[in-house]
């Protein structure tokens, strides 16, 4: 078992790589979900207002109230473009976390092979051994029954 110590040790050291990448990835998951439902409430936010704008048409308007709407309207909208490239880059985020973890994910199934095969190899060497004792062990029996037929052949004469 001292043969395959260093490959479990680094399989341990792999999954806990991998485990904490995808905990990492989650949270980037998290982040993302969140932006985009202030996405959703912004973009909300704008069509309730616009709907409320355009429902009270019939009221007539300062144009100091009317310049006071667009400007807010335009700041809403520069604040739903800024949330846009935030999504962005939190989608691109998410992204090299996904490829992190999967990159984890593949040098874990690597090492895993590499137990494998080599616990496949320590199985063979095993199996070697216990063939060459149990050859020995024949060879051995076979001797003593030759010596014990001759000697019983030697005292029958």
Request: hydrophobic share 40%; glycine share 4%.
């Amino acid at each position: 078992m001292s043969e395959l110590r260093s490959i479990l040790l680094a399989i341990g050291l792999a999954e806990s790589q991998r485990d904490e990448l995808a905990l990492v990835q989650a949270r980037a998951q998290r982040s993302l979900d969140a932006a985009q439902e202030q996405m959703l409430q912004l973009q909300g936010y704008a069509s309730d207002t616009d709907t409320r704008w355009i429902g009270g048409a019939s009221i007539t308007r300062s144009t100091e109230l009317i310049r006071h709407h667009y400007q807010f309207m335009e700041r809403l909208q520069q604040a739903i473009e800024m949330q846009r490239g935030v999504l962005v880059k939190l989608a691109q985020q998410l992204e090299l976390e996904r490829q992190a973890v999967l990159q984890a994910e593949f040098r874990l199934s690597g090492l895993n092979q590499i137990l494998k095969t080599r616990k496949a190899g320590l199985l063979l060497k095993q199996r070697k051994r216990e063939q060459q004792q149990t050859d020995e062990f024949a060879a051995l029996q076979h001797s003593r029954t030759k010596a014990l037929r001759r000697q019983e052949d030697t005292h029958d004469h």
